[in-house]
């Protein structure tokens, strides 16, 4: 039994047209988020392997390897959940004000996180995550799937810019995708992730 397994797709292949070709849909879950899958349950088989054989000798790359596939896990799985056939608008209620009071406004956060997402450099992602540190919304990057993001936060809201996300349908033309992504970002989901993140004490730091 596989510890990590592909989720499905909560709508159809097609249902984020126009905004995303049923093509690339096709092949970013079913073969790319696969990869990624296949890839964190080989990193873990190998590491217990090595722990039997007690031969460590590739451990950097074997960690690092789960890193990578283990957070492109992570991430699809979420931006497939953030994204709906009835997207796009504005969020309400407590993220609405989170945004207002964080970010001054929600145009100003989505100004903000589409600059972030259209300047990775290379391949990586957008991504609006909770700090429990200082137990507010942040907008941060990630160059491939793992780097550059601050350890300890929980992704609300990501937008894959690796080229395959994008490329069939506009080209190198990666702000025009990130501007059509609004469309179809479901707030919904976004609000329920931001709640639970909120109410979570996962650094022990306070009692509420």
């Known amino acids: 039994m596989s510890t990590y397994e592909l989720p499905d797709l909560p709508y159809d292949y097609a249902a984020l047209e126009p905004a995303i070709d049923q093509r690339i849909m096709e092949l970013h879950h079913d073969k790319h988020h696969q990869g990624y899958v296949d890839g964190a349950n080989a990193a873990l088989d190998t590491l217990e392997q090595m722990r039997e054989n007690g031969d460590y000798g590739d451990i950097k790359g074997v960690?690092?390897?789960?890193?990578?596939n283990l957070s492109g896990h992570v991430n699809h799985t979420v931006f497939w959940e953030n994204?709906?056939?009835?997207?796009?608008?504005?969020?309400?209620?407590?993220?609405?004000?989170?945004?207002?009071?964080?970010?001054?406004?929600?145009?100003?956060?989505?100004?903000?996180?589409?600059?972030?997402?259209?300047?990775?450099?290379?391949?990586?992602?957008?991504?609006?995550?909770?700090?429990?540190?200082?137990?507010?919304?942040?907008?941060?990057v990630a160059e491939n799937h793992q780097n550059q993001t601050p350890?300890?936060?929980?992704?609300?809201?990501?937008?894959?810019?690796?080229?395959?996300?994008?490329?069939?349908?506009?080209?190198?033309?990666?702000?025009?995708?990130?501007?059509?992504?609004?469309?179809?970002?479901?707030?919904d989901d976004v609000a329920q992730r931001y709640d639970q993140a909120k109410n979570a004490d996962v650094l022990g730091q306070h009692s509420h």
């Open 63 to 68: 960690e690092r390897n789960l890193a990578f």
């Open 83 to 140: 994204m709906s056939p009835d997207g796009g608008g504005e969020p309400g209620g407590e993220l609405a004000d989170a945004l207002d009071e964080h970010f001054g406004g929600f145009d100003q956060f989505k100004s903000h996180f589409s600059a972030a997402a259209k300047g990775v450099e290379g391949s990586g992602w957008g991504f609006l995550v909770y700090d429990h540190v200082a137990d507010k919304p942040l907008v941060t």
């Open 151 to 187: 350890q300890g936060v929980t992704p609300l809201l990501v937008l894959d810019v690796w080229e395959h996300a994008y490329y069939l349908q506009y080209e190198n033309g990666r702000g025009e995708y990130v501007d059509s992504f609004w469309d179809v970002v479901n707030w």
